[in-house]
């Protein structure tokens, strides 16, 4: 059972930025697909990123194309999501999200298997 565990939310003003963290209890997790969601108060969890198939890129959601920028450290079982840019639509609860094998389905929630706790990220105007 992988467990993941996301840090690095908090309150920022437009503008700002924030790194999100997710650490990972496999110690083979640099082969694992993952992905990072968000859900705002009131609406559905949504894509944000996740890693390409070859592991070396990612894709990412039209609405941080430019402001998100996804990396992982494999050597420390960590994935990051670095946000600039931010606005106040961004907040939202983030999530980090991993499975054992990549998907083309890589921006539907169903597909992955583990997920953190998720961590708060709130914009203000």
């Known amino acids: 059972q992988v467990q993941l565990v996301e840090s690095g939310g908090g309150l920022v003003q437009a503008g700002g930025s924030l790194r999100l963290s997710c650490a990972a209890s496999?110690?083979?997790?640099?082969?694992?697909?993952v992905a990072w969601f968000r859900q705002a108060p009131g609406k559905a969890r949504e894509f944000v990123t996740a890693?390409?198939?070859?592991?070396?890129?990612?894709y990412y959601a039209d609405s941080v194309k430019g402001r998100f920028t996804f990396s992982r450290d494999n050597a420390n079982n960590t994935v990051y999501l670095q946000m600039n840019s931010l606005k106040p639509e961004d907040t939202a609860v983030y999530y980090c999200?991993?499975?054992?094998?990549?998907?083309?389905?890589?921006?539907?929630?169903?597909?992955?298997?583990?997920w953190g706790q998720g961590t708060q990220v709130t914009v203000s105007s």
């Open positions: 890693t390409s198939w070859s592991g070396n890129s990612a």
């Open positions: 496999e110690r083979t997790f640099s082969s694992y697909a």
């Open positions: 999200a991993a499975r054992r094998y990549y998907s083309v389905k890589y921006n539907l929630d169903r597909e992955y298997n583990y």
